[in-house]
């Protein structure tokens, strides 16, 4: 089993079919295996040997994915790495992942390089090696190694996830029982590539979905992209549906027939006002890295928006409490999930997912509950809970209250430290424009949809909020 084979598939299938629309112009899926061939090659030819991991920094174009099918082909493990990231947190993941080798679009994306450079159709990427041995694989522990991810570090230190060739097979074929995406379909593109690219971006490729990459993700660009290509599917975050939702301008999708909204949750105000707008549900999509995309919200899209959706069908989902004892239906408890394509192992620190599974699931550190019909509901993570007075507060639901004010563009909840509380709630927020800010007048509009002890004590004006790379709020 090797993913790389899928792109071969696909080339010999659709190869006049264009996979990617990026800044260099259409790129087709035979010239996509062409220049991946190119590119494997010359790794192969450098000295990369099989198992030594390979960083990827890329932007969101065609050369992320030559690089990582490349990287597959030579039978070496890739580790996409975020561009947006500072030169001092790329070279803390080159560390702490045991890279053998970095394969750049830009030289002075990362320290002053050695590397070779590789002439490709528009641009050249450069490769270097780092200092380990590659006879000393990265990976000793799991066979067939093809995929390592940092994890988002929202609250905390971020691991390292590694999967198999056959886990991201496996991951593929259960996402698209929800996805249902066909060669028939274009996806207009806005997150960055480094933090998705198994149940969307390698997907594509395996199903013939073409890429339409749209780097400005301002209102009026993503709808003038998606007309000029006709688009047939959006993917995005929820901050993207907001500025949709909230753009004042008439014009409208003139070929999207579905917008799947991912990284965290998103409110039911937002939804309804974006369905409202363009006449097109959103869609939830609950993924994890440990697990895939185990949850999707196809079936109540319209009437309950901000639900995660059902479990797929390839997927068993549990509520377990604090001893890790099964819930009913209805009570609020730890998420656990279990199905095809979870991850095989951490690299740091180093364990096989198997050793940390419970009776084969993974608790997936999210409160969670679930209705009688099957319904899930998303409560937040149980390392960002605030307890007030003994009431446990989840900042996703104070988020989503916050978010409804008008002009609100952004939201961030913590708990601070309270001598006789133990803690309050307090809320940052980015305003959309030169929206006036009455702080008195927020606090006001949640005291009308939340119990007292979850209303914020304080509201702060902030320009901007810590996000991380996949699109989800720095809780730490």
């Known amino acids: 089993m090797n993913i790389y084979n899928t792109l071969v598939t696909s080339a010999a299938t659709w190869p006049d079919r264009v996979a990617i629309v990026d800044a260099y112009g259409e ?8 220049e991946t061939e190119k590119l494997k090659d010359n790794l192969l030819h450098a000295g990369l040997k099989k198992d030594n991991a390979i960083g990827i920094l890329t932007g969101n174009n065609r050369y992320f994915l030559t690089a990582l099918y490349a990287t597959l082909a030579c039978h070496a493990i890739a580790m996409p790495i975020g561009y947006q990231q500072t030169d001092d947190e790329i070279e803390k993941a080159i560390d702490e992942a045991n890279l053998h080798f970095i394969l750049l679009e830009r030289s002075e994306s990362v320290r002053e390089s050695r590397g070779l450079s590789i002439s490709m159709q528009y641009d050249s990427l450069l490769l270097y ?15 067939n190694a093809a995929i390592m991810r940092f994890t988002s570090g929202t609250t905390g230190t971020a691991k390292c996830v590694v999967l198999s060739h056959q886990s991201v097979w496996d991951r ?29 971006i390698m997907l594509y490729i395996q199903y013939g979905v073409g890429i339409i990459v749209c780097d400005d993700f301002l209102a009026d660009t993503l709808v003038e992209k998606a007309n000029e290509y006709n688009a047939t599917v959006l993917y995005c975050a929820p901050l ?13 999708f003139s070929s999207m027939k579905k917008v799947i909204s991912t990284t965290t949750g998103i409110s039911r105000s937002i939804c309804e006002m974006f369905h409202k707008r363009y006449h097109i549900p959103v869609i939830q999509a609950f993924g994890i890295i440990e697990v895939g995309l185990p949850i999707i919200n196809s079936q109540e899209s319209i009437d309950n928006p901000e639900a995660a959706g059902h479990p797929l069908p390839a997927f068993k989902v549990s509520f377990l409490d604090e ?19 979870m991850f095989d192992g951490y690299l740091k620190p180093r364990v096989r997912a198997t050793d940390i599974f419970r009776g084969g699931m993974f608790i997936t550190g999210d409160y969670a509950e679930q209705n009688a ?44 430290l309270h001598p006789f509380l133990g803690e309050i709630v307090v809320s940052e927020l980015v305003l959309q424009d030169q929206q006036p800010f009455d702080a008195e007048d ?9 119990s007292s002890f979850k209303v914020p004590q304080r509201v702060i004006l902030v320009q901007h909020i810590n996000m991380t790379g996949s699109g989800k709020i720095k809780r730490a």
Not at 240 to 252: F, G, P, S
Not at 442 to 450: A, D, F, G, T, V
């Open 373 to 416: 019909d099957g319904l899930i509901l998303i409560r937040g993570r149980a390392n960002s809970m605030i307890h007030v007075l003994g009431n446990k507060v989840f900042p996703d639901e104070v988020e989503d209250i916050l978010l409804q004010y008008p002009g609100v563009l952004q939201a961030r909840v913590f708990g601070q």
């Open 240 to 252: 993207h549906i907001r500025l949709l939702a909230m753009n004042k301008n008439t014009t409208v």
């Open 27 to 34: 790129f087709t899926f035979a010239a996509l295996l062409l």
């Open 442 to 450: 927020i606090i006001n509009h949640c005291r009308k949809y939340l």
């Open 323 to 341: 001893n890790f004892n099964p819930l009913p239906a209805g009570k609020t408890g730890l998420l656990a999930i279990q199905g095809p394509g």
């Open 172 to 200: 593929i074929q259960a996402a698209n029982q929800g996805l249902h995406l066909s060669d028939a379909d274009r996806v207009l593109w806005v997150l960055p590539m480094a933090y998705h690219f198994i149940v969307s």
């Open 129 to 143: 090696q780092t200092e380990r041995s590659t006879h000393h694989p990265t990976v000793d522990f799991i066979p």
